[in-house]
């Protein structure tokens, strides 16, 4: 075996060994085509059931309108998250917490930032669907701006749950910050609607307000009109979504700083 031979074998080898000893990056390997599979799986079932894409009414703004809300929750999500890690890797975290600045003020400037990114991000989408598509998103409606403070909360509950995880467990759930959102995305019937999904499914979607969301947008494009149901069940439940991931943060801000942690990771 010649040394060329030896040596991208040795480091074939030494990626081998790096997936067997991190659970996240066999995750990875599956994650990905799952995510796919189901997604793009509903979503010809759905088209399928009403005999394709041109029985459905007003396709572009489904199907835009879909990818530009759930961008915002994406966004929402990971505009916290990277603000955290940005401190991490300037290495900036143990000033910060050695300074007078409180647990929820961190989080709320973590928010702040997080909306300014998105705001920017929105309105780039915005000109860029106007420009490829000719798809002006005003046509959505006022209606869905209570639908969209919805989806900015569930972000922000995902984000700082994402937060409060790198918080504890390092660089190890770094990958959190890109992936988490995703985990939702088949249960939030983006594309789709819920009536789509596997009975058990549909009991688990209800669970999100995302599903809501999207239901209800859905229902503003198609009849001009707010589900209240849908709103409510969207608001509720982002209730306790933010009230359950501040509470989990603070937990874990807790143990973190008792165990010594801050100042491991803040290095």
């Known amino acids: 075996m010649s040394g060329s031979t030896q040596r991208i074998g040795a480091l074939f080898t030494r990626h081998v060994y790096v997936i067997r000893r991190n659970p996240m990056r066999v995750a990875e390997l599956v994650y990905w085509p799952l995510l796919d599979l189901l997604i793009w799986g509903f979503l010809s079932i759905y088209l399928s059931r009403l005999g394709g894409a041109g029985a459905l ?36 975290l143990l000033n910060l917490f050695v300074s007078p600045l409180s647990v929820g003020e961190f989080l709320a400037a973590t928010v702040l930032i997080s909306l ?23 046509v959505l409606g006022w209606s869905l701006v209570p639908f969209v403070a919805c989806l900015l909360l569930m972000g922000w509950a995902l984000g700082i749950t994402t937060t409060a995880l790198v918080l504890r467990f390092g660089q190890a759930a770094e990958s959190l910050a890109w992936v988490l959102a995703f985990i939702f995305q088949p249960l939030s019937a983006v594309f789709y609607p819920v009536s789509v999904l596997p009975p058990v499914m549909q009991a688990l979607a209800r669970l ?36 359950g991931a501040i509470a989990f943060f603070y937990r874990t801000f807790a143990v973190v700083k008792e165990r010594g942690l801050l100042a491991k990771t803040g290095e």
């Open 116 to 138: 300014a990114k998105l705001s920017l991000s929105v309105v780039i989408m915005s000109i860029l669907a106007g420009v490829f598509y000719g798809f002006n998103i005003l």
């Open 208 to 243: 999100l307000p995302s599903a809501h969301v999207f239901e209800g947008m859905r229902a503003v494009i198609t009849t001009g009109h707010i589900p209240l149901n849908h709103l409510a069940w969207a608001f509720g439940l982002d209730v306790l979504y933010m009230a």
């Open 57 to 92: 009414p007003n396709f572009i703004a489904f199907f835009l309108g879909a990818l530009i809300l759930w961008d915002l929750l994406f966004r929402a999500q990971q505009g916290v998250s990277i603000a955290y890690l940005e401190e991490v890797w300037s290495r900036n």
